[in-house]
C-alpha cells in the first residue's frame, strides 16, 4: 500500500542518514533517548532498523527507560531482546555490543548527604533524622526527595530561621512523617493546590494534552475555560516559579519538569462527570484547532479522539465520534501504526453500531469497513475480517461496493489460518465468475488453446509489447481480482490455470483498451513461471519484454518497476543473455523493492544478485562483493527473513572457503556460516531447502577440492533437486556442479543412476544453447568434455568461457584438461594446463585453491604467467559464442 510504502521509505532514509552521519564524524556519536517506555510502535520499528543494522559501527546508543513499567509483554521488553538477538552474534569477551545497566536510587547516605548539602549544613548527621523520614517515603528517589522537602516548608515543618539564618527544622521524627504523605504524587497535589485557580487550571490542562504545547494552543484551551487570554503568558510565568512546568528554548513550548507532575496535575479532578465536561471541551477546542491550522492537525485530532473515546457515551454523538475514529485510523495507518489504527476502527465500529446509524450511513458504514476488513486481515484477526466480509457481501448494493469484501474472502481462505491456497484458487473463480469472468479450475489443453486464439485474435498480429500502448488507469477491480487469483494459482503448483489467467486478462486488457498496475504483475507473473520452463524460455522472453514495457509507463511505481526487473533479470534475461547484464538492475531495484514494503522480493534480489556474481566469475577478492554480501545479511536479520540469511551468510562461507585455507574447505563452517549449528534450528520445508542450497555449495567446493567422498555424499542429497528453480542463478550453479560431479564420479565408480542424473544436467543447458543462450553455452561444453574428456572437447570448452569471460569456468577446464593430460602421460602439455588453471583461480581470487594446487603441483612455485585468463586480459567479446549458435 501506499502507506506501507511511506514507512518504508522513512525508515530506509532515516537508516541511511545515520549511517551516512556517523561515517562523517572522526569521533563516535553519541544518541542518548529517555522515556522509551512510551514509544509508540513506528518509533520502535524505526530504531530497530537502525540498531540491528551492524553501520554504523562508529555510534553509541542510550536508551533510558522505567523497568517497573515494562514487563515482558511490554512492546519495549520485546523490542530489547530483538536487539540483543540482532547484535548477540558480534558479542566476544572483550566486546559486547549491547549492554543493559540498572541505574538505582539514591542510598540514605547520598540522601543525607543531597539534604545537608541543601540546607547548608556540615555533616550528613546533623539532618539524620530529616533523612531517615525522607528515605523512607522516598525510597532513595532524587525528584521525590526534593517534592518531599517542598512539602515539608510549605507544612512549615522546615523552615528558613531569619535569627540563625539557617533551615531547621523542630518536630519530632513521628511529627516529621505525619507531615508527609506516602505517595509522592499526593505531595505533588498538595503543591497545586495550593496555587491560584486560574493557575491551578492551567496545570489541569496542560496534562491534558501528551506532548508540548505552545502559548497560542494553551491560551485557546484556557480561554475555552473563561480565563481572560490577556493573562496566560503571567499564569505560565507563575506555574515556572513553582517548578512545575519549564520554558523549552529550541521550540518555544511549554512542558511539565517531570512526569510525575504530569500525573499529579491529571488527577486533580477525579473521574466523573466534570472530568468527561472537560475533556470534550477541550477536545471540540482542539477540533475546531486542527481545522484552522494543518500544521497541529494531526496531534490535535489524535488527542481529541482519545479523550473522546474515553468519556461517557452521553456527552458525545456516536455517529461523530465514529467518524473521527476513521480519519484518526487513516492518519495512524500514515504513520505505520497498524494496531493504533486497528483500535481506532474498532472504536468507531462500536461508535456506529450504537448510533443507530450503521448502513443507513450507507457510504460511511462501507467505507469503515471496509478499513477494518484489511486492517483486521494484516493484524492477522482472520476470522474478525471474514465476519466484516460476510457483513458488506449482505448489505452492500453493487459490485463495486462489494470488491474489497470479496477480494478479501478470497485472501481470508488462501493467507488466514489454514493457508488453503487451493480454497483460495476455487473461492476466487467463483467471484470472478460473478464479475462475468468464467475460468475453469482445472483448463484441459482445449481450454487454453481456445483462449490462446481468443488472445491471439485480440492482439491483431501484434505483439505483447503492444499492451503498454493502451491508455494507464488507476482503476483495475477485475485485473485486481485476476493478479490474487493467479497468484494463488501459482503457490498451488497449477500452471495450466495461471496461462489461461494470463491469456485471459490480456485479452480482457485489450477490449478494454485499458493498462493497470494489475495487468502488469500478472506478466510478470506468468514471465516468472515460463523461466522454470526452459523450452518456453524464447516465450518467457516474450512476456518479459511485455512487462518491462508495461511497467515503464508506470515508472513512478517505484516498487511495480523494480519488481519487474528482479522477475526479468533474476528469472528469465539470464536464460539465454550473460549473466553480468542482470547483476546492475538486479542490485539497483533491491532498495527500491524494500522502501515499497515487498520484503521477500527486495531480500530475494540480493540471492539473485550473488548467484549471478558466481555465475558470471567475478573477482572473489573484489572489494565490492563482502559489502554487498553484508548489505542483504543485515536486511534478512533486521526485516526476520532467517532463511534469507542462511543463503547469504552460507555463499559468503563459500567465499572465505575459496580465499583462506580453512582445515577442511569443503565444510561450510568458519567465520560467516556453521551450516550444522544453522541447520539443527530448522525443520520442514525450511531444512529441505536450506539443505539444497548448502549442498550445491559444498559439491562445488569439493568439485574444486576434489574431495570424491564429499561429492558422493552431496550429490546423493541433490539428486531430487536435479530440476530448475525460480532463480536462474542458483539453477545454473546448481545443475552445473551436479552434471560435473555426476559423471565424474559416475565414470569412476561405475553408477549409472549418477551418470543418468548427470546426463539430466547437460540436456538442460543443452537445451539453451540450442535456443541461442550466451550464458549457457560455455557451461554446456565444459559439461560435455567432462562426459566425453578429450583435449580437443576441453580446448572448445576453454575457448568458449575464455570469450565469455567465466575465468573460473576456464580455470577448471584447464585442470581437469590437465589431469586428463596426465593419465595419458603426456606431462609437457599436461603442465601447461595445470599452469593455465592456476592463474586463472589467483585471477579469480580463489587462493586457498592456487594455494592447494601448488602442494599438489609443486613446480608451479617457478611458475610464469604466459597465458592471459578471461579475467586477466579484460576480453569482452562473445563473438565465437554468437557465431557459433548462430551455425546452430
Given amino acids: 500500500t501506499k502507506i506501507a510504502t511511506s514507512m518504508s521509505q522513512i525508515r530506509e532514509a532515516f537508516k541511511e542518514f545515520m549511517c551516512c552521519v556517523c561515517t562523517c564524524l572522526q569521533l563516535p556519536l553519541i544518541w542518548s533517548l529517555d522515556d522509551l517506555q512510551w514509544s509508540d510502535e513506528a518509533s520502535l520499528e524505526l530504531l530497530k532498523d537502525v540498531l540491528s543494522n551492524k553501520e554504523p559501527n562508529n555510534m553509541l546508543f542510550i536508551g533510558a527507560y522505567r523497568s517497573n513499567e515494562v ?45 545537608a548539602d541543601t540546607l547548608g549544613k556540615d555533616s550528613p548527621s546533623e539532618v539524620a533524622t530529616l533523612t531517615e523520614v525522607v528515605f523512607k517515603k522516598t525510597i532513595g528517589n532524587i525528584f521525590f526527595v526534593k517534592q518531599a522537602l517542598e512539602e515539608l516548608v510549605r507544612k512549615n515543618a522546615l523552615f528558613y530561621d531569619m535569627i540563625l539564618f539557617s533551615w531547621q527544622y523542630n518536630v519530632s521524627k513521628v511529627q516529621l512523617d505525619n507531615y508527609l504523605s506516602d505517595d509522592v504524587i499526593d505531595l505533588i497535589k498538595s503543591k497545586i493546590n495550593g496555587l491560584p485557580t486560574e493557575v491551578k487550571m492551567l496545570v489541569v490542562i496542560m496534562s491534558f494534552i501528551p506532548n508540548n504545547a505552545d502559548l497560542s494552543t494553551i491560551r485557546t484551551l484556557l480561554e475555552g475555560e473563561g480565563v481572560d487570554g490577556t493573562k496566560v503568558e503571567k499564569l505560565i510565568s507563575v506555574a515556572i516559579e513553582n517548578v512545575l512546568i519549564l520554558h523549552l528554548a529550541e521550540t518555544g513550548n511549554y512542558a511539565f519538569v517531570h512526569d510525575k507532575i504530569r500525573e499529579a496535575s491529571y488527577g486533580i479532578i477525579p473521574e466523573g462527570k466534570l472530568r468527561d465536561e472537560l475533556l470534550v471541551r477541550i477536545s471540540n477546542a482542539l477540533f475546531d484547532m486542527a481545522s484552522a491550522d494543518k500544521a497541529k492537525s494531526e496531534w490535535a485530532l489524535f488527542v481529541s479522539a482519545d479523550h473522546l473515546n474515553s468519556v461517557a457515551p452521553e456527552l458525545v454523538p456516536r455517529i461523530k ?105 476455487i473461492v476466487g473463480l467463483e467471484i470472478c465468475q460473478i464479475y462475468g469472468i468464467k475460468i475453469p479450475s482445472s483448463p484441459k489443453r482445449t481450454d487454453l488453446m481456445k483462449e490462446n486464439i481468443k488472445m491471439e485474435t485480440a492482439l491483431r498480429k501484434q505483439p505483447l509489447t503492444v499492451l503498454s500502448k493502451l491508455p494507464p488507469t488507476e482503476e483495475s477491480t477485475v485485473f485486481r481480482l485476476l493478479k490474487e487469483v493467479q497468484y494463488y494459482a501459482v503457490l498451488e503448483g497449477n500452471k495450466d490455470l495461471t496461462a489461461l489467467m494470463t491469456k485471459r486478462a490480456i485479452r480482457l486488457s485489450l477490449q478494454k483498451k485499458i493498462l493497470s498496475k494489475d495487468m502488469v504483475s500478472i506478466l510478470a507473473t506468468h514471465t516468472r513461471l515460463l523461466g522454470q520452463d526452459i523450452t518456453k524460455a ?133 567465520d560467516a556460516f556453521d551450516e550444522e549449528s544453522v541447520l539443527s534450528t530448522l525443520e520442514g520445508n525450511s531444512l529441505s531447502m536450506s539443505r539444497r542450497d548448502t549442498s550445491t555449495l559444498r559439491l562445488f567446493l569439493a568439485l574444486l577440492f576434489w574431495d570424491e567422498e564429499c561429492m558422493v555424499k552431496m550429490l546423493g542429497i541433490l539428486s ?39 546426463s539430466t544436467c547437460l540436456d538442460y543447458f543443452k537445451t539453451l544453447t540450442k535456443l541461442g543462450s550466451l550464458s549457457a553455452t560455455p557451461i554446456y561444453h565444459l559439461m560435455k568434455a567432462v562426459s566425453r574428456p578429450s583435449k580437443s572437447n576441453y580446448d572448445e570448452a576453454i575457448s568458449f568461457c575464455h570469450e565469455t569471460r567465466l575465468v573460473h569456468f576456464e580455470a577448471m577446464a584447464c585442470e581437469r584438461c590437465g589431469m586428463l593430460l596426465k593419465q595419458e602421460k603426456r606431462v609437457d602439455a599436461a603442465n601447461e594446463y595445470i599452469i593455465k588453471a592456476y592463474w586463472g583461480y589467483t585471477d579469480w581470487g580463489a587462493t586457498s585453491k592456487a594455494n592447494s594446487m601448488i602442494e599438489t603441483y609443486p613446480f608451479l612455485k617457478e611458475a610464469t604467467r604466459c597465458y592471459q585468463t578471461a579475467q586477466s586480459d579484460g576480453s569482452s567479446t562473445n563473438m565465437r559464442v554468437a557465431n557459433y549458435i548462430g551455425k546452430k
Avoid at 555490543?97 to 540522601?111: A, E, G, K, T
Avoid at 462489494?402 to 488462501?414: G, I, N, P, Q, S
Avoid at 525460480?726 to 549418477?754: H, P, Q, W
Fill in 321 to 425: 465520534l465514529a467518524r473521527l475514529n476513521l480519519r484518526v485510523a487513516k492518519m495512524n495507518l500514515a504513520k505505520g501504526a497498524t494496531l493504533g489504527a486497528n483500535a481506532n476502527l474498532n472504536y468507531g465500529l462500536t461508535c456506529l453500531i450504537h448510533s443507530g446509524e450503521k448502513w443507513k450511513e450507507y457510504e460511511f458504514t462501507l467505507t469503515l469497513l471496509n478499513e477494518l476488513i484489511e486492517s483486521e486481515f494484516n493484524v492477522g484477526k482472520y476470522e474478525l475480517a471474514f465476519a466484516h466480509v460476510q457483513d458488506v457481501l449482505e448489505h452492500a448494493t453493487s459490485l463495486d461496493d462489494k470488491f474489497t469484501a470479496y477480494l478479501y474472502k478470497v485472501k481470508t481462505f488462501a493467507e488466514g489460518e489454514d493457508r488453503d491456497y487451493h480454497k483460495g484458487v
Fill in 71 to 115: 514487563n515482558e509483554d511490554h512492546s519495549f521488553h520485546q523490542f530489547m531482546n530483538e536487539i540483543e538477538k540482532a547484535r548477540g552474534e558480534d558479542a566476544t569477551e572483550d566486546k559486547r555490543p549491547v549492554s543493559r545497566m540498572n541505574v538505582c536510587d539514591l542510598s540514605p547516605d547520598d540522601i543525607g548527604e543531597f539534604i
Fill in 720 to 758: 531430487e533437486f536435479a530440476k530448475p528453480d525460480i532463480i536462474a542463478g542458483r539453477t545454473y550453479n546448481r545443475l552445473f556442479v551436479i552434471g560435473l560431479a555426476g559423471f565424474e564420479m559416475g565414470r569412476k565408480n561405475k553408477d549409472k543412476s549418477l551418470i543418468e542424473l548427470a
Fill in 538 to 670: 524464447k516465450l518467457a522472453n516474450a512476456y518479459g519484454n511485455a512487462a518491462e514495457k508495461a511497467s515503464e509507463v508506470f515508472r513512478e511505481d517505484k516498487g511495480l518497476y523494480s519488481e519487474v526487473q528482479v522477475v526479468l533479470h533474476g528469472c528469465v534475461y539470464p536464460l539465454l543473455r550473460p549473466h553480468r547484464e542482470s547483476m546492475e538492475p538486479t542490485i539497483d531495484a533491491h532498495r527500491s523493492l524494500l522502501n515499497a514494503g515487498k520484503i521477500d522480493f527486495g531480500i530475494g534480489s540480493g540471492i539473485g544478485y550473488a548467484h549471478m556474481w558466481l555465475c558470471a566469475g567475478l573477482p572473489l577478492n573484489s572489494p565490492l562483493l563482502k559489502p554487498k554480501f553484508l548489505l542483504y545479511e543485515e536486511a534478512a536479520v533486521r526485516l526476520q527473513r532467517p532463511t534469507f540469511l542462511l543463503s547469504f551468510s552460507s555463499l559468503r562461507q563459500l567465499v572465505l572457503n575459496l580465499q583462506k585455507s580453512p582445515p577442511n574447505p569443503t565444510v561450510l563452517k568458519g
